[in-house]
């Protein structure tokens, strides 16, 4: 009898607690500073809704909330459902832009006249961040440390042809490590990826004598583990001795990460050597659509500190919108994200590599060609 | 009280309703039982208790109906939802199932054959590795243990099978398997000539050998608790009767209360071999899924289940990738039946032996 009156009275102050503590969510809108910012207010008001990559997420968070507080009137959100689901969702019509890791191919170039006012859809680089080979390796692995690679041994490890850690052509890039003959696990993306394209474009770019697979979002082959999602990667090194992996440098963690030998050096991942790989990169020719800017990623690069396995997203609008204020919002919103300001926001949240110079400068330049009226 | 009808059901093998204990006298087989229950509880009938009973009686067939309404709704929405995968034109759902496996299959059969053979092995292994563990401690809690520690356990299994499936998911993700990798990694060393237990053991184990001992752990406190409940209903006078002809106790269990159980162990199993077929959160957490026919339950990207699979896969399946994903439904939804179906036939077997 006693116990029960005890619980109950545990029930009734831990759910007052939480409905104390739901009360407080409800209650984040910034302090009001309008008499400060009304000069600023570019007049953008209204919901606005973007979908798509899950690797943007980040940064599209973090550029949604120093926007908004530029713009009081304009509420935005950003459902991170998947690149492919995002640009559908953008090809229905049902949101401003879009956000994917692959460009448009020519069906949804097509597709998009239906719902642009005028013209076809555009791509334009946003948020590109390094991707890096880590490890987890006792006596060797640990934060900031590296070991030198090229691209042949990575892609000999992660192709199942180097089983062990002590191997010669790990040892002769390191002679001052000392390795131990630990069995090498590799862990991959169970799922589609945008990272994994990337890694395998790398790969196969730089080592394509040791790379016979074509770049995909699928693991071509059956070596290793397969985790699910990036967490599930890097949760999988975490728990043995003697993995490898690929994933964002952010949740490089406690792990060593692999320096990738460029030309004659090895370069150590870091978000503004990603930057200079991206920002020299060409432009690929794009035979459909108009006002385009997408990169042709010179994975194979020897420009000395340039770091190539890095991820680029874009983010994909119509050159004019049926209904004039989306128009101006998705002008003024890409305008900011891809000016220096809104790169630093990212790549201060996120580590991702902020961009500039005359990449950026083009694609704002097809950004400033949105109809706003 | 419970003491007679128990004594009294000694030559049959259910114990019968209470309340019949002339009728057993005569009627071996029970057969005298069925007219006298009637007229039980209702002796001293009113008028208004008669709207009562009407009412009572819709009410208890609405809920039977709403039972088949629902099974069939659920058949008619994977029939419904999978049928563009099967009518579609081949060239687009070869291609929905390459993309869905990365190149691996490109029919129905291809890639469903290898996912249900990973369900099936997973949920036999789990199935085999937590019977015997289960049984053991339901002999333990009914026939040695003292009260006290009875209860305690009683409480405990109780409490582990009422604990949700992603909470051992998680743990055993994260806790148990780097836990047992040097147990898998000597298995593999020693017995690694048995074909099943092929070396070199995965480091993280996240392999079939790692799923199957999380799922065992998961359905093992519903096998033991509906076991313990069956041996506790073993006819006390069979019990005596054993040990008064001299056996030891362990021959008195052999002799009394496992043959007695049997058919409740069997139908206990299938129950919980039903949730290891259908777990989700727990392997999609603990298995590196694979496509292969392989058995060797060391090895990492060797199988995957098919409910795992769908989770997987659904966030990212284009319209016709989901019906894809859904006809596998439709497969677990057949297998789960027919394994129901074989547990009623056994269990009916050893009903009326």
Redesign the interface.
């Known amino acids: 009898m006693h116990s029960t009156t005890c619980k109950r009275l545990i029930a009734v102050v831990s759910s007052f607690a939480m409905m104390a503590a739901l009360s407080a969510c409800g209650d984040n809108t910034p302090a009001d500073t309008t008499g400060a910012t009304t000069g600023k207010n570019s007049g953008i008001s209204g919901e606005f809704h973007g979908a798509g990559a899950s690797s943007q997420q980040g940064a599209v968070e973090a550029w949604i909330a120093t926007y908004q507080s530029k713009n009081r009137n304009a509420k935005i959100a950003y459902n991170p459902?998947?690149s492919?689901?995002g640009v559908?969702t953008f090809l229905t019509g049902a949101t401003a832009w879009a956000g994917t890791d692959a460009p448009l191919n020519d069906q949804q170039i097509e597709q998009s006249k239906a719902i642009c006012k005028s013209g076809t859809a555009f791509d334009v680089p946003v948020y590109v961040s390094p991707i890096a080979v880590m490890f987890n390796l006792k006596g060797v692995s640990g934060q900031g440390k590296h070991l030198n690679m090229d691209a042949a041994v990575i892609a000999r490890i992660f192709d199942g042809k180097i089983t062990e850690w002590n191997d010669e052509a790990i040892k002769s890039e390191n002679p001052k490590v000392n390795l131990p003959a630990t069995?090498i696990?590799v862990v991959h993306r169970?799922?589609?990826s945008g990272t994994t394209n990337n890694f395998t474009s790398y790969l196969k770019a730089a080592a394509p004598n040791d790379w016979s697979y074509e770049p995909?979002e699928?693991?071509?082959n059956?070596v290793?583990?397969?985790?699910?999602g990036t967490d599930g990667v890097v949760?999988?090194i975490g728990?043995?001795?003697?993995?490898i992996g690929y994933a964002d440098l952010a949740k490089a963690g406690n792990f060593g990460t692999a320096s990738v030998k460029v030309g004659a050096d090895y370069v150590a991942p870091a978000a503004d050597a990603a930057a200079k790989t991206v920002n020299a990169s060409p432009l690929r020719p794009m035979p459909k659509g108009s006002k385009r800017v997408v990169v042709n990623v010179d994975y194979a690069t020897s420009v000395a500190g340039d770091y190539p396995i890095v991820s680029s997203s874009y983010a994909v609008a119509c050159p004019a919108y049926k209904d004039a204020k989306t128009g101006a919002f998705v002008r003024d919103w890409l305008g900011y994200v891809l000016s220096d300001g809104g790169q630093k926001v990212a790549s201060d949240n996120t580590g991702s590599a902020a961009l500039g110079g005359a990449l950026t400068q083009k694609a704002l330049k097809s950004v400033n060609t949105i109809q706003a009226k | 009280m419970a003491n007679t009808s128990e004594s009294s059901g000694a030559g049959q093998v259910m114990p019968t309703a209470v309340g019949q204990v002339s009728a057993t006298l005569s009627a071996p087989g029970g057969g005298g039982a069925g007219g006298r229950r009637n007229d039980l509880g209702f002796s001293g009938a009113k008028p208004g208790r008669h709207s009562q009973d009407k009412i009572f009686h819709a009410a208890a067939v609405g809920c039977g109906a709403l039972i088949l309404v629902a099974l069939g709704a659920v058949v008619l929405f994977l029939l419904l939802r999978a049928w563009p995968i099967f009518a579609g034109p081949q060239a687009k759902t070869s291609a929905v199932f390459a993309?869905l496996s990365?190149?691996k299959a490109h029919g129905f059969w291809q890639y469903v054959g290898p996912l249900v053979f990973g369900t099936v092995v997973i949920a036999a292994l789990a199935l085999a590795i937590a019977f015997f563990v289960a049984v053991g401690v339901a002999l333990f809690i009914t026939f040695y243990a003292r009260k006290s520690v009875r209860t305690v356990l009683n409480y405990v299994v109780d409490l582990l099978a009422a604990i949700p499936s992603v909470i051992y998911g998680l743990w055993g993700?994260?806790v148990l398997?780097?836990a047992m990798?040097p147990f898998w990694n000597w298995v593999s060393v020693h017995l690694g000539w048995i074909p099943l237990f092929a070396g070199?053991a995965?480091?993280?184990p996240?392999t079939v050998a790692s799923a199957a001992v999380i799922l065992a752990i998961m359905i093992m406190p519903i096998i033991t608790s509906m076991t313990r409940d069956i041996f506790a209903a073993t006819p006390q006078l069979n019990q005596e009767a054993a040990l008064a002809l001299g056996a030891t106790k362990w021959e008195m269990i052999k002799l009394t209360a496992l043959p007695f159980a049997k058919s409740g162990m069997v139908s206990a199993s299938m129950l919980a071999l039903g949730r290891a077929l259908g777990e989700t959160m727990a392997v999609?957490m603990v298995l590196?899924?694979?496509m292969t026919y392989s058995w060797h339950w060391l090895q990492?990207?060797k199988s995957q289940t098919i409910a795992a699979n769908i989770a997987?896969?659904y966030?990212?399946a284009?319209s016709l990738g989901v019906s894809a994903l859904i006809a596998t439904g439709l497969v677990l939804f057949v297998i789960t039946f027919v394994v129901n179906l074989l547990a009623r036939r056994i269990t009916r077997k050893g009903g009326t032996r």
């Open positions: 459902s998947g492919g689901a559908s069995p696990t169970s799922d589609k995909q699928n693991w071509p059956e290793g583990q397969a985790a699910k949760s999988s728990q043995a001795d003697g993995t | 993309s990365g190149g993700a994260l398997v780097p990798y070199p995965a480091n993280p996240r999609m590196s899924p694979g990492a990207s997987a896969q966030p990212e284009d």
